[in-house]
Nanobody, 124 residues
């Protein structure tokens, strides 16, 4: 049973930073794609970042230069570091995972099978 667990959300002022961990419990694929998505009320789910098991990363234009994905293999944890936060970054943030795919760039939600429950980020 695969369970992705996000945490680290909260309320922050514009210009501030947050780091969101995602722990993929029970995930056994050695090669994987891990995506970060966000969804604001009344808006579609938006892919913002991706990190693969081989270290490849990709970011949406709206977060490029401000958000960074990383992974700590020893802790089996992936992170989304969010700096210079803006009010428009306010959303529920979710991590997602599935097998490695041979395509570059931000993947769509349909490319992922496993999802976390989400963590709320509010920027004022």
């Amino acid at each position: 049973h695969v369970q992705l667990v996000e945490s680290g959300g909260g309320a922050v002022q514009a210009g501030g930073s947050l780091r969101l961990p995602c722990v993929p419990n029970g995930y056994t694929y050695r090669e994987f794609c891990m995506g970060w998505f966000r969804q604001a009320p009344g808006k579609e789910r938006e892919g913002v970042a991706r990190i693969d098991s081989n270290g490849y990363t990709s970011y949406a234009d709206s977060v490029k230069g401000r958000f960074t994905c990383s992974k700590d293999n020893a802790k089996n944890t992936l992170y989304l570091q969010m700096n210079s936060l803006k009010p428009e970054d306010t959303a529920m943030y979710l991590c997602a995972a599935f097998k490695l795919v041979d395509r570059l760039g931000i993947l769509g939600a349909q490319d992922y099978r496993y999802w976390g429950q989400g963590t709320q980020v509010t920027v004022s």
